[in-house]
Antibody
Framework: EVQLVESGGGLVQPGRSLRLSCAAS????????MHWVRQAPGKGLEWVSG????????GYADSVKGRFTISRDNAKNSLYLQMNSLRAEDTVLYYC??????????????WGQGTLVSVSS | QSALTQPASVSGSPGQSITISCTGT?????????VSWYQQNPGKAPKLMIYDVSNRPSGVSNRFSGSKSGNTASLTISGLQAEDEADYYCSSYTSSSTLFGGGTKLTVL
């Protein structure tokens, strides 16, 4: 059974940094691209960033480009999102999502339960 | 990167069919066959229902079908059931990013 467990969320002041982690199990982690997708309470989904199986291809939404960095450690079956210069509008639930394919297809076949980030002074 | 356009809500009675539209541009929906649909129940993570415009992942009911014409993709649910009541999101993948629609709330009357 595929399991994706996010951690690292919490309350942080504007301008500060936070690092999210996603621990994966139940599948061969380095066979798949991985993504971060976020959702504000009661709002729609927003793709944040994606990374291919070997980290050779990385993409970001314009809203986070230059502030967020995605990475993965295939030896540890883990996905990360380093978030810098956080803003109030980054206050959302962050999901870790497994792609259907090794290179990004945009199809998120499995999802974690999410970790909540709150940016407030 | 503008979001794809979906109706805010649709409704139907049990047994009926409904269709949810998803309108983009020639740079996303119209330019690629990487369209997908997700179902999300309250407090839960989204579930992939359709990929590659019209393919169903294993385990998804064949009551769910997808199509595309030009810059508009559509999700059709036939034989509507109470358990289908949820939020539905379309998505289109381009070479550099993924766009989601704003979501459609399906109410089963």
């Amino acid at each position: 059974e595929v399991q994706l467990v996010e951690s690292g969320g919490g309350l942080v002041q504007p301008g500060r940094s936070l690092r999210l982690s996603c621990a994966a199990s139940g599948f061969t982690f380095d066979d798949y691209a991985m993504h971060w997708v976020r959702q504000a309470p009661g709002k729609g989904l927003e793709w944040v960033s994606g990374i291919s199986w070997n980290s050779g291809s990385i993409g970001y939404a314009d809203s986070v480009k230059g502030r967020f960095t995605i990475s993965r450690d295939n030896a540890k079956n883990s996905l990360y999102l380093q978030m810098n210069s956080l803003r109030a509008e980054d206050t959302v639930l962050y999901y870790c999502a497994k792609d259907m394919r090794y290179d990004s297809s945009g199809y998120y076949q499995d999802w974690g339960q999410g970790t909540l980030v709150s940016v407030s002074s | 990167q503008s979001a794809l356009t979906q109706p805010a809500s649709v409704s139907g009675s049990p047994g009926q069919s409904i269709t949810i539209s998803c309108t983009g541009t020639s740079s996303d929906v119209g330019g690629y066959n990487y369209v997908s649909w997700y179902q999300q129940n309250p407090g839960k993570a989204p579930k992939l229902m359709i990929y590659d415009v019209s393919n169903r992942p294993s385990g998804v009911s064949n009551r769910f079908s997808g199509s595309k014409s030009g810059n508009t993709a559509s999700l059709t649910i036939s034989g509507l059931q109470a358990e289908d009541e949820a939020d539905y999101y379309c998505s289109s993948y381009t070479s550099s990013s993924t766009l989601f629609g704003g979501g459609t709330k399906l109410t089963v009357l």
